[in-house]
Each structure stands twice: as C-alpha cells, then as structure tokens.
C-alpha cells in the first residue's frame, strides 16, 4: 500500500514534523539556529524512499520535490534495485505539481556544514578535507539513542570544544527518525546515508553546501553501504549541495594522519556500543582497533579518551570472540605490525586473527556446503520420475 506524508506545523520555529504513514516523525535544532528549521518533502524522501522501497510502496506527497532531486530519483532507484533487489515505486507527488523550468540547479555556495560526530571519518574531513566548513552539525538520535540524555549532552559537549577550537559554529540537530516504524525497518547500514542528507534539507535555511564523510576509500568502495559515493550526490537538490568527502584514504590511513593533532587527542570519539561510561568505552571491537593503531604509531598515550592499561588492553582483546567484518579484519588487524606493540599485547592480537580467520572460513565451508546441497535438491526435484 503507498505510504503517506503529510506536513504538519511544528511547535516552534525550530521544530518541524511530518506524518508519515501516520506516525510522526520530526526534526528540532538548538535555539543559536538562524532561520527557521523545515521538513521539507526532499528531506522526507532522502530519509524515507529506501524504507518504502523495500517495503514496495511509494511514499504519497503533499508537496512537491525539488527539481534537481527528482531527476536524481530514478538513478536512485536503480542503484537501490541493483544493490538489494528492491522494486518500490519512485514518490508520487500531488497533480498540481508545477512542471520542470530547467536552467541552472546547482546551488551557490553561501554556507557549508559538516555533519561531526567526534570520529576518524568527521575529524579528517574537518582537518584535512577539501573544504573548510562554516558550522559543525551534531545529530542526536543517531549514533547516540534520544533517552541516553547524559551521554548526549556529554558528546555534544565534546563537538563544542573542537568547534571553538576551530573557529566553527555549532548546530545541535535531535530527531526522532531512527525511532519511526518505517525508517527502521530498513537496515540503518542500509538508510544512513539518506537519513544524513536529510539533516541538510532541514537545515537548508542556514547551508547550501552539506558534507557526509566517507566511511571506505575509492580503492575499497563496496556496493550495499547506505553512504556511497554512487548515492549520497543524488540526494542533493537545487537548494542543497550534498558532498561526499575524505575518501581519499582508508580509516586507518585517515587515523595516522591525523594521531598528532592535539584537538583529536583531546576530544576522538570513535564507540557507539558504549559498553562502560564515558566517551569510547574501549573494549567494543570499534574501541579496540583504534587503539591498537594508534599503539602502533605510539600515540596511545597521548589520547585523553582512551584510558585502558595495556594489561586491559590484553584482557579486552581476549574477551572480544572474533572481528565478524573480514575487509575490518584484513585492514585494521591484519595489517598491523605486531613487532611494535607490546609482548603481550601482540600475543592477544594474534589469537584474536586466528579465531577470526577460523571462524570466517567455517563459514565459507559451511556456506558451500548448504549451496552444493541446494543444487542437488534442485536436480532431484526437477528430474523425471
């Protein structure tokens, strides 16, 4: 069944929201904001279309989208069908929607933004990234769930020294949309890109220009990522420039580069498992292999947000099963050079590869196995009796 939005005027000036499929879905910025905060349909669709996609069922407008966004639409359902097989239909919009005027759609640039989170990806964007943002935008209700208030307003807190450090404004986003029924049945690996873009759309009365850091490189861009390099461009709009940035360099690569900055020593935050308090909790799988690069290049002891002794450290990477990610697995643990970590600390990382390493190849036993079995099935079952 389509799936309908309908715009509803929010509280405040800086609260916007929307009905979607009947569940409310909104969007409220910090009181230094601007200009009012929107909901407009582009940033509905960049949030919502994958969702409705797999769903199968078009998402049914109020208003019309932009012009650039929807020419960019069917390009996204390609990709979206390529990638996970989905055939939802492309969002209906309402009959008096004014037909395409053409000419120039590019957006000039006034302001640009970087959405930040205290990570790798967001402080080489920020430090070493093609272009120096106006404003820092930290999301609430992503990475960090909306009931979580004291590690909220802690991380926040963190985004705020690095921005004054920088000479940045800050803009505090909290949203709902992870929460809303629709959104989340879709992966968040699969939707996070759109949900990204969204955020500029609602602000586009302060930004023209939105930067989302890339998680891979261009050497190991993979299809199936909800940010993409083939994806997060589409979602811009005539209003709204999306850019991908800091692709350029792997993770680890991007980390070494950045290690002797004093500003990411004081404020890096890489955990969103948050297993113990504080701003990495330093024994999630994410926790560790940072630490163990950053071991690597001895520039552990200089980060005020990691705090394990390397006895710790040890315990951790024993108590950690396996790294379930095989390309995090080659690239952030393979790759290291044991001879420069601790005795101890080598012995436990070794451990940890083998028992990954075994598991991943079981499972690529087991998998075949299940497949040769699936195609003598479909051999007796298609044979004559």
Known sequence: MPVSVTSVRGASPLRAEALVDGEPVWLEVDADAEADVELPMDAIVAAFLIPAMRLGAPLVLDGPLSEKLRSHLPYVAEIVRAWWGWSGGLPIEPADTPAPSGGLLAPRLRRSALLFSGGVDSFFSLLRGPLAPDALVFVDGFDIPLDDVARRDHAYREVRCVADA??????????????????????????????????????????????????????????????HLRLDTLWSSEHLGVLYVGATHRRPEKLVAIADEPIVRQHLRVCWEHRRPGVNCGVCEKCLRTQLLLLEHDQLRHFRTFDLSTAALVDALQALPLVRNEVTLALSYRSLDSTRLPRAVADALKALIDRSGAEHEQRRRASRLGGRLRSRVARLVSAPW
């Open 166 to 227: 920088a000479g940045l404004r800050t803009m505090r986003v909290t949203t709902n949309l992870r929460n809303h029924s629709l959104f989340a049945s879709a992966s968040w690996e699969q939707t996070h890109g759109g949900a990204l873009a969204s955020i500029g759309h609602a602000l586009r009365g302060e930004i023209s220009h939105l930067m989302i850091s890339s998680t891979p490189s261009f050497r190991e861009i993979a299809p199936s990522w909800g940010s």
